[in-house]
């Protein structure tokens, strides 16, 4: 089994500069907002799944990749720890109904991967059972994109050392405190434990119907630009094995030389 593709990413992939950056960034974010029109015409749905280390900028990516998109047909979903009332179902329970109406983009801050990282790690749920979820999983997702959904999953990679970098940074800054606890310091304690299961899951969740995308984030421009360009990517290339015709999008460089 191959467990080396967090390790064999490349960390120093970057943007240098705030004007390449915000072009970049700009460009996706408007074809990703021509898509989503044609997604609603088309009546298919997309789903996107976010997952990795605490502090490798999940939210900030996220944020930018909704920024401009048409907020009746997008829902972002953090997914936290589940509630005694939701225990007390299968554990996929809770993500049935949360997943979009055809025509709609979701986007999932944490998901049903939680089931073979933080529960197999912490011991919330037994060997038998996270071992069960691999094939659960890939079933709830080929069940979907059978049907009218895309599904699309990011890992977002940093180095340990880049994750205590940002630590240190949210406990010294009063406008990020809130987003460091003392649980984000034990997790991080358990980094090896965490790597093992994700290389796990990578290998056994990568399917062609709902990928991984292991997103270098040690630059969080890098990242947001990567994220969002794949966004795109992969919309586009299921429509086009739909035979769906693809919009023209905005040429921002007319735009720029007109502002000049």
Known sequence: MQMDRLSDTDLTKTIKTRNEYEKKLKKYQLRLLSLQHLLFEENIAVIFVFEGWDAAGKGGTIRRAVANLDPRGVRVTSIAAPAPHEKRYHYMQRFWRKIP???????????????????????????????????????????????????????LHISKEEQYKRFKER???????????????????????????????FEKTDQPYAPWHIIPANSKWYARVAVIRQMVQAIENDLKKRGVTLPTYPDLRSKDKAEK
């Open 171 to 201: 406990e010294s800054n009063p406008m990020k405190h809130w987003k460091i606890t003392d649980e984000d310091w034990r997790n991080r304690a358990k980094w090896d434990k965490y790597l093992t299961a994700a290389e796990e899951m």
């Open 101 to 155: 109406q055809f025509g709609q983009v979701a986007i999932f801050d944490r998901s049903w991967y939680g089931r073979v990282l933080v529960e197999r790690v912490e011991g919330f749920a037994e060997k038998k059972e996270w071992k069960r979820a691999y094939r659960e999983i890939n079933s709830f997702e080929k069940l979907l994109t059978d049907d009218h959904y895309i599904i699309e999953k990011f890992w």
